[in-house]
């Protein structure tokens, strides 16, 4: 089982850059897909970005792509989610998400571990 936990979160301007941060425990990590989702109030969680256990796939939602990087560093059992160009509508409740198994876009529909989440919010 893994457990992980986000940091990172904050108030930033439109425009702006943030990074947030997963801590994975467990040795499993690095066998795993790990994946970003965001909730904002009032709506349904939503995918936002997922890698492949050794960082040579990725997959991003189209409304974060070309401004979101995720990646992850294996021997800190960490993921991270860079996010440049922030605009109001990427406030949210930022979740990190771990899962086993193949990377395919259909596998990033369900992820088995959940973080309990970092808020990030982009005034305007």
């Known amino acids: 089982q893994v457990q992980l936990l986000e940091s990172g979160g904050g108030l930033v301007q439109a425009g702006g850059s943030l990074r947030v941060s997963c801590a994975a425990s467990?040795?499993?990590?690095?066998?795993?897909?790990m994946g970003w989702f965001r909730q904002a109030p009032g709506k349904e969680r939503e995918f936002v970005a997922a890698?492949?256990?050794?960082?040579?796939?990725?997959y991003y939602a189209d409304s974060v792509k070309g401004r979101f990087t995720i990646s992850r560093d294996n021997a800190k059992n960490t993921v991270y989610l860079q996010m440049n160009s922030l605009k109001p509508e990427d406030t949210a409740v930022y979740y990190c998400?771990?899962?086993?198994?193949?990377?395919?876009?259909?596998?990033?529909?369900?992820?088995?571990?959940w973080g309990q989440g970092t808020q990030v919010t982009v005034s305007s």
């Open positions: 890698i492949s256990w050794n960082g040579g796939s990725t």
């Open positions: 998400a771990g899962k086993g198994g193949a990377f395919t876009i259909r596998a990033l529909r369900e992820f088995d571990y």
């Open positions: 467990g040795r499993a990590f690095s066998s795993y897909i």
